[in-house]
C-alpha cells in the first residue's frame, strides 16, 4: 500500500492523472480532425465526434479551473 501511495503522489496525484487524461483526449480529438479531411460517407460522424470530443476537453478544462479556485478559496491562511 506504502508503494502504491508513493508511486501515486511522484506522478503527481490526482493532477498529474487529470494532465494525462487531458492530453489523451486532445491526442484522440487531432486524430479525429485529421479523419474529417478524408472524404467518405462516415464524415459527418467523424465531424460530429470530433466536435462532441472538443465539448468534452472544454468541459473537463472548465471542472479544473473550477476545481483550482475552490482550492485557493478553502486552503488556510499560512498567517493563522
Known amino acids: 500500500m506504502r508503494v502504491d501511495a508513493h508511486d501515486f503522489v511522484r506522478e503527481g496525484g490526482f493532477y498529474g492523472r487529470y494532465e494525462l487524461f487531458q492530453k489523451n483526449v486532445?491526442?484522440?480529438l487531432y486524430q479525429v480532425e485529421r479523419?474529417?479531411?478524408i472524404e467518405g460517407p462516415q464524415q459527418e460522424e467523424v465531424k460530429d465526434i470530433g466536435?462532441?470530443?472538443s465539448d468534452?476537453?472544454?468541459l473537463i478544462?472548465?471542472?479544473m479551473t473550477i476545481g483550482s479556485s475552490v482550492i485557493a478559496v478553502v486552503k488556510p491562511s499560512s498567517g493563522a
Open 61 to 63: 478544462s472548465n471542472m
Open 35 to 37: 479523419l474529417e479531411r
Open 56 to 58: 468534452y476537453l472544454g
Open 26 to 28: 486532445e491526442k484522440l
Open 51 to 53: 466536435k462532441q470530443i
